[in-house]
């Protein structure tokens, strides 16, 4: 991550969907850099699970996949959010998996920009 780039740098975003996506990419930068600022909930750890399990299957399936992990690594990645739900009380703020969930939801939704 080697900084935080804003849609007004890049030229030709017109779209409200783009601009909708580096604001949610925002959110989780801000989130890996202050992790007690988001709560944990199971929605959310169900919404983190459910990405990686998309991402495998894009993965296993398209010829063209933009997925930046292969299945394996993504295997391990659902294995570890699977243990989030072991490890979170409802409105926890642990730092730690607050990082891990921020630092992936960063990177693939950054992508969708």
Known sequence: MAG???????????????????IEANYWYHCLMFPRSLELS???????????IHSMSDQMVSETSVVPYNVDDLQKLVFLANSLQHSTRAGSKIGGSTCFISVFMYTFVGQRF
């Not at 935080?4 to 580096?22: A, D, I, M």
């Not at 199971?42 to 990686?52: A, Q, S, T």
């Open 42 to 52: 199971e929605d959310l750890i169900f919404e983190f699970r459910d990405l990686f």
């Open 4 to 22: 935080f780039p804003t849609w007004q740098e890049v030229k030709g975003v017109r779209s409200s969907t783009h601009v909708k996506h580096q």
